[in-house]
C-alpha cells in the first residue's frame, strides 16, 4: 500500500508541476498597455479662455468626461484666441503659448466661437472643429477601438536645475501607411486666475479664483511634432522608436503639478492615434 501510495503521490506532483510550467506572470502595466494588451486612449483639446463666459461649462463636461472613462480619456486646455488675451485685472492672466496660438490659428477654432475643441484631431468633412455639445457622443464613438500604436513615457526631474528629460517609446501595432510623427507638450494643472462665467451652479459671474485645469504650457518639440523614423520615412511595425527630449522648467511653472502629454499622429491629416500622460514627479 505504501508502495502504491508514493506512485499515486509522484503522479500528482508531474501533475501539478506541469500545470505550474503554464502560468505565466502578468505584464508590467506601461505606457497605455494593461495585461498585455493595449489600450487606446484619446485626446480631448478644449480651446478655451478667461473672457468665454460659457467655458467653465464646457471645462466641467470635459472633467466629467474624463471621470466617466476612468484614464482613457486625455484633456489638454488650450488658451488661444482672443478669449485668452490678457485684459487687465482680474484678467491679466496669460495662459497662452506659441504652440497653441499656432493651432488655434491653423485649425480656425477660436474664429469659430469657443467653446470649441478637438478630439484626436478628427476630420469631418473638411472641419476638426467639434462643439462641447458633441464631446459625450464623439469621444464615446471612439474610445473602445482597438489600439493600432503604444506610446511609453519617462520622465526625470531635477529639482535644484528645474531640468526635464523625456524619453519616449512608440511603437505602431498595425501596419499603417503614411508618415507617423511624435508630439510631446507640457501642460500644468490647478491654475488659479479669474474667468468670465455663465453657469450659475459654478459661481458668478465672474470667478476669481477659478482653477483653470490641465493647462497647455508649451509644446516640448515644436508645433508640429518630430517624424517617428528620421527624415520622415514608413514606420515598420512592432519596431520601437525611441525619442529623448529635454527642457528647464520655467520658473512660472509648479513643477508637483506639471504633466507630460505625447501622442503620435499622422503626419498628413493631423489625425492622432494613440496618446498617453505622465506626471513629470
Known amino acids: 500500500m505504501k508502495t502504491i ?23 508590467k502595466e506601461t505606457g497605455g498597455e494593461t495585461g498585455g ?7 480631448l483639446e478644449d480651446y478655451t479662455g478667461h473672457l468665454c463666459p460659457n467655458c467653465p461649462t464646457a471645462g466641467k463636461k470635459a472633467l466629467d468626461l474624463q ?8 484633456v489638454m486646455a488650450v488658451h488661444a ?28 477654432i477660436s474664429n469659430a466661437g469657443n467653446p470649441n475643441g478637438m478630439i484626436n484631431r478628427q476630420n469631418t468633412g473638411g472641419n476638426y472643429i467639434i462643439g462641447d455639445g458633441l464631446w459625450p457622443t464623439t469621444v464615446a464613438e471612439i474610445i473602445d477601438e482597438e489600439a493600432v500604436a503604444t506610446i511609453e513615457i519617462a520622465t526625470t ?14 511603437e505602431l501595432l498595425s501596419a499603417l501607411d503614411g508618415n507617423y510623427k511624435v508630439q510631446v507638450c507640457l501642460v500644468e494643472d ?8 455663465s453657469d450659475a451652479s459654478l459661481g458668478g459671474a465672474v470667478i476669481l479664483n477659478f482653477v483653470h485645469h490641465h493647462v497647455l ?8 511634432g518630430t517624424d517617428m523614423v528620421a527624415g ?30 505625447a501622442w503620435i499622429f499622422n503626419g498628413v491629416d493631423y489625425s492622432i492615434i494613440q496618446v498617453e500622460e505622465k506626471k513629470i514627479q
Request: proline share 2%; charged share 20%.
Open 5 to 27: 501510495h508514493k506512485i499515486l503521490f509522484f503522479i500528482i506532483f508531474a501533475i501539478l508541476v506541469q500545470a505550474c510550467d503554464k502560468i505565466e506572470m502578468p505584464y
Open 37 to 43: 494588451t493595449a489600450t487606446k486612449k484619446v485626446l
Open 67 to 74: 471621470e466617466l472613462y476612468d484614464g482613457k480619456l486625455i
Open 81 to 108: 484666441g482672443y478669449f485668452a488675451t490678457p485684459l487687465g485685472s482680474p484678467f491679466d492672466d496669460d495662459f497662452r503659448c506659441e504652440a497653441g496660438n499656432t493651432w488655434d490659428d491653423f485649425f480656425g
Open 157 to 170: 526631474y531635477n529639482a535644484s536645475n528645474r531640468k526635464l528629460d523625456i524619453e519616449l517609446s512608440s
Open 190 to 197: 490647478s491654475l488659479i486666475g479669474a474667468q468670465k462665467n
Open 217 to 224: 504650457r508649451e509644446a516640448v518639440n515644436s508645433s508640429w
Open 232 to 261: 520622415g520615412g514608413q514606420t515598420a511595425v512592432n519596431t520601437i522608436y525611441t525619442h529623448n527630449f529635454s527642457l528647464t522648467l520655467n520658473d512660472a511653472y509648479n513643477a508637483s503639478h506639471c504633466s507630460v502629454i
